[in-house]
């Protein structure tokens, strides 16, 4: 059996922000396990970024956002992994359409549950492609 070189692909990745707080989950993946990440996922083909962020929150929290916004671009390289791979990760940034909705874990295989957490008490350990991002400058309270 053979396997496809890898390749990089592209993930949308979702700061989900409630007042102070943010949307976090803890990881159930082979990727990052245990670790604290935002909802996100890869881009479909023929799929906006924004498409894809509305489609991921709702996949996995069961929420339906709105004012998506374009935050930054992060290069994610992954070579340590038995299956080594690349994201080209799009940060954006969202609130909730309706802000009385609660996050559901609608994934319980890759997630242990969602909940709200404040920018300045975030939890560890953070997934690492966010951690990175956030030393290099990454706030979705900024601008
Ligand atoms: P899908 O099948 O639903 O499309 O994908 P997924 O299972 O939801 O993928 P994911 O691992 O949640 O996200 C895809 C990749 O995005 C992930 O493996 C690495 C990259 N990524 C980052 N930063 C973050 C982050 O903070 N959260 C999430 N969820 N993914 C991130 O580079
Ligand atoms: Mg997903
Ligand atoms: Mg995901």
Request: proline share 7%; hydrophobic share 40%; aromatic share 10%.
């Amino acid at each position: 059996e053979t396997e496809a070189a890898p390749v990089p692909r592209v993930a949308v990745v979702v700061c989900l922000i409630k007042g102070k707080t943010v949307l976090l989950g803890r990881r159930r993946s082979s990727l990052g396990d245990s670790t604290f990440s935002l909802p996100g996922g890869h881009l479909e083909f023929g799929e906006s970024f924004e498409e894809c962020a509305a489609r991921e929150v709702k996949e996995e929290a069961g929420l339906e956002i709105k004012n998506i916004e374009m935050m930054t671009v992060r290069n994610n390289v992954f070579l340590d992994e038995a299956k080594p791979c690349q994201y080209v990760g799009i940060f954006v940034r969202a609130v909730l359409a309706d802000d009385d909705q609660v996050p559901q874990n609608v994934e319980p295989n890759f997630c242990d549950g969602w909940d709200w957490y404040e920018w300045d008490a975030l939890p560890k350990p953070l997934f690492w492609p966010l951690e990175d991002a956030i030393l290099a400058g990454f706030n979705p309270f900024h601008a």
